[in-house]
């Protein structure tokens, strides 16, 4: 059994909502994209906008993709759902915040927005789906030493991420990559997303807190090939068009493997949350 390993009352900002939760431990490969703001703006909802931020150059937003390796997920209190493992396919824009015209009241953001989940056990895209609001579907994936792929459960491939080790390769604690602290408050942010299954018109909030204190990260080079627009504004093609994206230990902008525990709190209002 996964044992998250701080104690709920270190929990920033203090989340009450974090005392019954699904926790596990995760390999994280995450690839920061630096797109045109008004493509990433193609990736929110009706009610939600973008926020002024400072890790992509300017008329850029960042982008972020995981691809995920689950391990041992449970609910914190006794279930009848099994544990799981499985993987899991993310697309998440970070600094979003709900626009005034929204009907859902609450603190603005800065929130993170993942217009689209893709994993291979049913369990799981239920629950994030109906409970959380997440806009999961099933697929089929397939990892390698090298490689990760996604398609749809009719067989059409939808993305891959193929990396190769930096020099740098071995693991080590966060804090000891400094590129890697700008990513760190990115996905800290908590996650926002619509209610009732992804599809609004109200918006709710969860904190997907990782283990930060241990918590290790490697760099890696990357080649993130799409060949469907799975997401609006997030067209097909090849990221970069050549070559091999850089590792986290070269900018804020580059690939790496996170290694931590992880917690997803219960779903709460954004009335609830606090102001940062």
Known sequence: ?????????????????????????????????????????????????????????????????????????????????????????????????????????????????????????????????????????????TVTGDSYAVSTKGGQRVTTLKWKKTNQAEYKPIAECANFEPVRQMLSQPIISMVPLAMGPFFILSNFDKAWDVATVRPMETGVEVDVEYVPGYSAGRYPASGWSPGIDATVLGSYELRAPWRLSLPYPPLMALRR
């Open 1 to 141: 059994m996964t044992t998250f390993p701080y104690p709920l009352t270190a929990i920033t900002p203090p989340n009450p909502f974090a005392a019954i939760n699904l926790h596990g431990d995760g390999t994280m490969r995450g690839v920061t994209l630096a797109l045109a703001t008004d493509r990433v703006r193609n990736l929110l909802p009706a009610g939600m906008e973008l926020g002024e931020q400072e890790v992509s150059p300017k008329g850029t937003h960042p982008v972020i993709l995981f691809f995920h390796d689950m391990f041992r997920a449970q609910m914190s209190v006794p279930t009848l759902l099994p544990n799981m493992t499985y993987h899991e396919h993310s697309v998440g824009v970070p600094f979003t915040y709900i626009s005034r015209g929204s009907i859902t009241p609450g603190v603005p953001g800065p929130y993170y927005f993942m217009p689209k989940l893709y994993l291979d056990n049913f369990w799981a895209t239920l629950g994030g789906l109906c409970f959380w609001g997440f806009a999961k579907e099933m697929a089929s994936v």
